[in-house]
């Protein structure tokens, strides 16, 4: 019978390497993958593949910093507190997920309703005031008093 080998002497498997592996060396000396791996237990830290390191990486590691029509990045604090402060105003380059889009359909609904009562009352007014100044009367004896009050 053959005699198994501890975790430790067996060969690791020897999978495809990708190109980012190719030109940098082994996902092991990134530093996403090393700080990952340092906070797992290190049982399970030896049990990932590379191709399965790489994966975590794609999925959960830093992105490059985006670019943002307004990027403003601070630290406020002081007297052995700081807190940082981050304005970033842009265009929204990622798929929205179904309630986002329901948030951003309601958002545009309001908006919408919102700019109609703008200028519908910009259009009123402008009529009223047309009106009043043609000197048409349509009730006699009532008058809201806007162009009495434009002309004084």
Do not use: C
């Not at 399970?44 to 390191?53: G, P």
């Not at 490059?64 to 630290?75: C, G, M, N, Y």
Request: no cysteine; glycine share 6%.
């Amino acid at each position: 019978m053959a005699e198994q080998l501890p975790k430790q002497e067996r060969e690791p498997e020897q999978g495809p390497k990708t190109i980012s592996e190719h030109a940098s060396g082994s996902i092991h000396s990134d530093p996403f993958i090393r700080s990952f791996l340092e906070r797992t237990p290190k049982d399970v830290a030896e049990s990932f593949t590379d191709a399965q390191l790489l994966q975590l990486k794609l999925m959960f590691g830093t992105r490059a910093k985006a670019r943002h029509a307004i990027d403003f990045r601070t630290v406020i604090g002081g007297f052995g507190w700081n807190y940082y402060l981050v304005f970033l105003f842009g265009r929204n380059r990622r798929e929205l997920t179904r309630a986002e889009e329901k948030a951003a359909n309601a958002g545009r609904v309001l908006v919408l309703l919102l700019s109609s009562f703008v200028l519908f009352s910009i259009v009123i007014t402008s009529l009223y005031l047309l009106k009043s100044f043609l000197g048409i009367d349509l009730l006699p004896n009532f008058s809201l008093g806007l162009w009495s009050w434009l002309n004084s």
